[in-house]
């Protein structure tokens, strides 16, 4: 859990980021704050690298907040993969090897889930949709 530890305060804000979304959309979740020690309700999928150490640490520490938390392959992420789900963590490590070896998910261009989309992976999806990501 230390390579994911110093980024935790970011992707724990950015996850509560993207339910924010779906609150102020009116899906029906409570956006009250759960009462100390309890999780928040939400279902989280992390799609990435299955079984890679990268993915133990990620569902770790989600598990710490959300009340559901399942993975899935990068590889075979689609729209559909996000159905039942309130946010979507899409992410790959290449565990060394090749930067630039990864999925590569097509989406179509009305996809409009709450998704947070981490490193190169990410960026690529991003960069397929067309969104302003910084990376250009």
Not at 76 to 97: Q, T
Not at 102 to 114: D, S
Not at 115 to 125: Q, R, S
Request: glycine content about 10%.
């Amino acid at each position: 859990m230390r390579l994911f530890m110093k980024h935790s305060r970011n992707v724990l804000f950015c996850v509560a980021t993207a339910a924010g979304l779906i609150l102020s959309s009116g899906s029906g979740i409570s956006s009250a704050e759960p009462p100390p020690g309890e999780k928040i309700a939400l279902k989280v999928l992390y799609a990435g690298h299955p079984g890679s150490a990268r993915e133990k640490d990620f569902v770790e520490f989600l598990n710490q907040y959300f009340t559901q938390v399942q993975t899935g392959d990068l590889a075979a992420f689609d729209d559909k993969s996000a159905d039942g789900y309130d946010v979507s963590i899409l992410d790959y490590d290449s565990e060394g090897k090749d930067l630039f070896n990864f999925p590569r998910p097509r989406l179509p261009q009305n996809y409009a889930r709450a998704t947070l989309t981490v490193g190169v992976a990410g960026a690529f999806i991003c960069g397929q949709l067309r969104l302003k990501t910084g990376y250009e």
